[in-house]
């Protein structure tokens, strides 16, 4: 069975620019997360997707960030523009979530962003 | 809002020593799950935790829940240089629906 998706799986910006990244979860999870984990620190989650409703973006900076899962499958998340704090790993991950309680997260490899 | 903190932040033992990360909770959670992430890697399932007081085993690691569900432990017996990596745990809330990962305790091991 292939694992979570990513790519790209490094990206180098200048700051102001925009930057997206793509995901592309197991096959038949309906619940995906995109995190970011800073250096030393535990991933953050920026938003949660159940099929392709958000049902948790409290965490994501709308005035830059934005998210999208059309289809309930694969899924981007775009930065726009970015800016030098936005330096991180973004971490995607899916589960099954099929017997209504949270299961296990799968994370994909992550895209490393460097702004500069 | 929630917070998951775990300490310690650092461990280094020497192979063969015993190893203990603490995840601590301001809530009462509903399960917590452990990670292991190695060095440039990404974070990998270990195990969740769902009744008060529960305790898993695999093999050389020793998971426990507390009694109020709001802290959990992780012991590694006789550490190996293979355990290298920091070690999460993320708590999922009562009424958040959403898990907290904490900061992760980074294990170094000398051989």
């Known amino acids: 069975e292939a694992g979570v998706v990513q790519s790209p799986r490094y990206k180098i910006i200048e700051k102001k620019q925009p930057v997206a990244f793509w995901c592309n979860p197991i096959?038949?999870?309906?619940?995906l997360y995109w995190y970011r984990q800073n250096l030393g620190q535990g991933p953050e989650l920026l938003i949660r997707y159940e099929n392709e409703e958000a049902v948790d973006d409290s965490q994501l900076p709308k005035d830059r960030f934005s998210a999208e899962r059309l289809k309930g499958v694969d899924s981007t998340l775009k930065i726009q523009p970015a800016e030098l704090g936005d330096s991180a790993v973004y971490l995607c991950?899916?589960?099954?979530?099929?017997?209504?309680?949270?299961?296990?997260?799968?994370f994909g490899p992550g895209t490393r962003l460097l702004v500069l | 809002g929630q917070q998951v903190m775990q300490i310690p932040q650092y461990q280094h033992v020497q192979e063969g020593e015993d190893f203990t990360t603490y995840c601590n909770s301001s809530t009462t959670l509903s399960n917590i799950q452990w990670y292991k992430q190695r060095p440039g890697g990404h974070p990998v399932f270990l195990i969740q935790?769902?009744?008060?007081?529960e305790v898993k085993k695999q093999k050389r690691l020793t998971f426990q829940f507390g009694e109020a569900k709001k802290n959990s432990s992780l012991h590694i017996t006789a550490t190996q240089t293979t355990d290298v990596g920091t070690y999460f745990c993320?708590?999922?809330?009562?009424?958040?629906?959403?898990?907290?990962f904490g900061d992760g305790t980074t294990l170094t091991v000398k051989p």
């Open positions: 096959s038949g999870h309906n619940t």
């Open positions: 991950a899916s589960s099954s979530n099929d017997r209504g309680r949270e299961e296990t997260q799968y």
């Open positions: 935790l769902v009744k008060s007081g």
């Open positions: 993320a708590g999922l809330g009562t009424n958040a629906g959403k898990s907290t």
